[in-house]
């Protein structure tokens, strides 16, 4: 007799000389043998508005589905599975550690508890199998994009971390916009022994050069950092790259760890917008500002070690990264968002209770409303929240039948 944990084994053995394209009937074949009617695996597009079907071989093509609007998008959205009233359809969120995919939807004559909790180890494996040929399928990679991509924007993207990475202690989330013409911001953050590292940059222009000025100090950051240097050796190195190759570039940068066993945020601060701190619902925007160093590039650092920063945080303490394209951009009138309308909708997002990766999503959807849809320049936000011992984690659709929403659909 074929048991459920057969049907897996037999989808991950199966997984390994296949190609993205016959991801989505792999996942079917697999659902169809644990008792589903059908499956179809969705992906976010990159700046996470639409979710888009994986095409399956004789299978009619499904429709695109909205993030904002649809049964499907509020899986993605909560992170928590969705069902349908007349109990034969259920949308599962497909979660890389924290950070949200897709969602894949499953149909069957009667979704019981069972049922379902099969269901969600499929869209686990779903998830893993996805993230293995992204690195090498551009039918994965083109799934995700609506529109063609600059070619500065294609080597930052190369060059970035997942949007959303965590632990029990720690999660950090980050948006890059204009996500497809994007030319001189980026960000790195990764965990190690004793916490998490934190980088933003800022090159300065919007070009291809701007572009790989950005790319080879996140390069020297990771050569460095994992080398053991410290934050001054990360920033020294980044400085002497750009003074020595991208002579005609500056750019501005934080680099900072944060150690999660006691939560204690260290910081450099180049020449960018200090660090916000939002605790118990409020920004306290003074608790982070120091006098920051001279803007990378010029070279001065050989000299002149630049000044490491820190500050003692509490549990649930939020730090929010950003660079200056976002408290810059312009509305078509000519207004300013501005750091204070940023904070404001960072603490509504927070308030409503959505975890760092939605009100980031959120957020940048509101950001690019105020300039009609037409960024002038880079934005880039990053969110990191402590929560040691767990607080605030996620389930990630981990739930019975008992506990599943049902929406229409």
């Known amino acids: 007799m074929t048991t459920y944990e ?61 993030v904002d609007s649809s049964p499907a998008g509020l899986a993605y959205r909560t992170q928590e599975v969705q069902r349908s009233r007349d109990g034969s359809t259920a949308w599962l969120p497909m979660i890389d550690g924290v950070e949200r995919l897709g969602v894949l939807m499953v149909t069957a004559p009667a979704l019981d508890g069972a049922v379902l909790g099969r269901a969600v180890g499929l869209a686990d494996a779903a998830a893993l199998l996805v993230v293995s040929k992204s690195s090498h399928s551009d039918l994965l990679v083109e799934a995700e994009r609506s529109r063609a991509m600059t070619v500065q924007a294609e080597l930052l993207w190369a060059f970035l971390p997942p949007r959303t990475i965590g632990t029990a202690d720690v999660t950090s989330s980050a948006v890059l916009e204009p996500a497809y013409d994007i030319g001189g911001d980026t960000f790195d953050h990764t965990l190690d022994d004793s916490g998490l590292h934190l980088t933003v940059i800022d090159s300065m222009g919007h070009d291809l050069a701007s572009g790989g000025a950005s790319a080879a100090g996140l390069a020297a950051c990771r050569a460095t950092r994992r080398s053991g240097g410290s934050l001054t050796d990360i920033v020294t190195s980044i400085d002497r790259i750009l003074d020595a190759w991208f002579t005609d570039r500056l750019m501005t940068a934080v680099v900072a760890h944060l150690d999660t066993s006691d939560g204690r945020l260290t910081w450099i601060n180049c020449g960018h917008p200090p660090p916000l701190l939002i605790r118990g619902g409020r920004v306290l925007p003074q608790v982070l500002a120091r006098e920051p160093d001279l803007p990378l590039g010029w070279g001065f650092l050989a000299d002149t070690p630049p000044t490491e920063h820190s500050e003692r945080l509490q549990p649930g303490d939020r730090i929010l990264l950003y660079s200056d394209g976002v408290t810059e951009a312009r509305s078509p009138g000519g207004d300013l968002y501005g750091e204070e309308r940023l904070a404001d909708n960072v603490i509504r997002a927070i308030a409503a209770g959505d975890p760092a990766p939605e009100a980031l999503r959120r957020l940048v959807q509101g950001l690019r409303q105020h300039q009609d849809h037409r960024l002038r320049d880079d934005a880039t936000i990053l969110l990191t929240e402590w929560h040691p011992g767990g607080l605030g984690a996620q389930t990630h659709g981990r739930i019975t039948e008992a506990s599943a929403r049902d929406v229409r659909g």
């Open 6 to 66: 057969d049907v897996l084994a037999g989808l991950l053995a199966r997984s390994h000389l296949l190609s993205g394209r016959d991801l989505a009937g792999l996942v079917q074949d697999a659902g169809r043998r644990m008792g589903l009617r059908g499956t179809a695996l969705y992906v976010a597009d990159l700046q996470q508005i639409r979710l888009v079907a994986l095409p399956q071989l004789d299978a009619v093509a499904q429709p695109v589905l909205d």
